[in-house]
T-cell receptor, first 112, second 115 residues
Framework: GQQLNQSPQSMFIQEGEDVSMNCTSS?????WLWYKQDPGEGPVLLIA?????ELTSNGRLTAQFGITRKDSFLNISASIPSDVGIYFC????????????FGGGTRVLVKP | KAGVTQTPRYLIKTRGQQVTLSCSPI?????VSWYQQTPGQGLQFLFE???????NKGNFPGRFSGRQFSNSRSEMNVSTLELGDSALYLC??????????????FGPGTRLTVL
């Protein structure tokens, strides 16, 4: 079945740093989505990507849909403490309707 | 506009019991999908409903079932609960089933604990 490999699994950030995470797959996806989940809450949509090569920003967040349709990355610039949480990538193919396949998540923590 | 609501937020059951979880999508949204989230398996797709019909199903046993009502509200049911069914159950709603510009929005989830 389809699998999304998300890396890194966890990272520490210091306020002001830029951070990056990515997802890769052996399958092609038509849509890539990035979500953030805080403890005790459901995932919140950050960015949606619909076309190969598309680069989209949402404030300090920037995400790209890979040319091969098999990967995507998310960058967070000038990180702040509220960026802490778990970030998930998700992919969707047209034939599967609204079924999302999720990556394992990247846990973003603050450097002590 | 109100977001996706799920009830109850927390539930404790014992093995062998059954449970019903409810999801109210965003007003106007007709598609509802359900996901199970566990530390070991992550977020896994259970099923999707659109216009009261199941459109897609994940790899879960038949103990997991669902339905959608004419007002787009959805319920999922788990029968003969097992310890491994302990998880956060998430509902997501979207306007339609097309791929373009059809974002899915998640509710806060129902935390099910099976003892």
């Amino acid at each position: 079945g389809q699998q999304l490999n998300q890396s890194p699994q966890s990272m520490f950030i210091q306020e002001g740093e830029d951070v990056s995470m990515n997802c890769t797959s052996s399958s092609i996806f038509n849509t890539w989505l990035w979500y953030k989940q805080d403890p005790g809450e459901g995932p919140v949509l950050l960015i949606a990507l619909y076309k190969a090569g598309e680069l989209t920003s949402n404030g300090r967040l920037t995400a790209q849909f890979g040319i091969t349709r098999k990967d995507s990355f998310l960058n967070i610039s000038a990180s702040i403490p509220s960026d802490v949480g778990i970030y998930f990538c998700a992919g969707r193919i047209k034939a599967a309707g609204n079924k999302l396949t999720f990556g394992g998540g990247t846990r973003v923590l603050v450097k002590p | 506009k109100a977001g996706v609501t799920q009830t109850p937020r927390y539930l404790i059951k014992t093995r062998g019991q059954q449970v019903t979880l409810s999801c109210s999508p965003i007003s106007g949204h007709r598609s509802v999908s359900w996901y199970q989230q566990t530390p070991g398996q992550g977020l896994q797709f259970l099923f999707e409903y659109f216009s009261e019909t199941q459109r897609n199903k994940g790899n879960f046993p038949g103990r997991f079932s669902g339905r959608q009502f004419s007002n787009s509200r959805s319920e999922m049911n788990v029968s003969t609960l097992e310890l491994g069914d302990s998880a956060l159950y998430l509902c997501a709603s979207s306007l339609a089933r097309t791929s373009e510009n059809n974002e899915q929005f998640f509710g806060p989830g129902t935390r099910l604990t099976v003892l």
